[in-house]
């Protein structure tokens, strides 16, 4: 977290504070919401501040927040809050319209199937970051990398097969759950019988999915739905009978909150 907050602005210094800001200049600095959100990203850059040596106060993540509320307060050394400024402003920005699209999201997911989960994908920037912002927003993270499960996806099968993949990654110890992506009945309906956790119906269009589904839960295994979903559409897969949708737009096209920082001097 050291190199997110310097290295991403200020690996070489700041040349501007270092020249007009004494070196012992004591502040505070009031993060202030410029609209209404789903607050995340507090937590987490208040305990990396204060490992910095700075004093913060915040607001919780998840809260919902109104335009002009302070959600965060920074007392330190000027010149070292001066060289987070943007990076801090930029975390909470992505973080809080991850989580505000989010919680958008599974809300109208849930009136029309209360049952069904809104997942993360590994479409991200700042992947820990991203993930986290999903879980306040209400969604799941999903996978946090590529040794949470054997995930065999198009390519895998392209270059063993897709019975040669599932019989190795049935060698796999059992703490470890199998999901197979497929985007055809065929392949849906054989490894079903092969006995895989998840079956993945990947870019499948909403009618295809919903009956597919249907025949899939006699296997008694879980099915996910992804790939061309859009917030104009999820209504549509969610009346499927489907256990998760996971997206990527939450994470690679949502549009961040804007924040400001004002700093005044310590009295």
């Known amino acids: ?107 109208l997911v849930h009136k029309v199937n209360p049952h069904v989960k809104i997942a993360a994908t590994r479409k991200t920037l700042w992947g820990y970051l991203d993930k986290i912002a999903v879980k306040i927003g209400g969604g799941d993270t999903h996978r946090w990398n590529l040794g949470d499960m054997v995930m065999i996806k198009d390519n895998h099968i392209a ?32 490894a079903a019988q092969l006995g895989v956790d998840i079956i993945l119906l990947d870019n499948m269009g909403q009618e295809d999915v919903c009956k597919l589904a249907k025949k899939l839960r006699k296997y008694g295994i879980m099915i996910e739905v992804s790939g061309g979903i859009t917030p104009e559409n999820i209504e549509d897969y969610a009346k499927c009978d489907v256990d998760v949708i996971s997206m990527g737009y939450l994470t690679h096209s949502t549009r961040s909150i804007n924040f400001s920082m004002e700093m005044m001097k310590k009295d």
């Not at 410029?34 to 305990?47: D, M, N, V």
């Open 1 to 107: 977290m050291f190199w997110l907050l310097y290295g991403e602005d200020a690996e070489f210094g700041d040349i501007t504070s270092e020249t007009v800001i004494p070196k012992s200049l004591e502040a505070h600095a009031s993060v202030i919401a410029k609209e209404k959100c789903i607050l995340a990203g507090s937590e987490y850059l208040a305990e990396n501040l204060r490992d910095l040596g700075m004093s913060v106060e915040h607001l919780s993540d998840g809260s919902e927040i109104q335009s002009g509320t302070m959600v965060m307060r920074i007392s330190g050394n000027a010149r070292e809050i001066l060289k987070v400024e943007r990076t801090v402003l930029n975390i909470l920005g992505r973080m809080s319209g991850i989580a505000t699209e989010t919680r958008k999201i599974v809300s």
């Open 159 to 190: 270059l063993v097969g897709l019975e040669e993949a599932i019989k190795k990654a049935k060698d796999v110890s059992f703490t470890k759950k199998i999901e197979v992506e497929v985007e055809n009945e065929m392949d849906a309906i054989k």
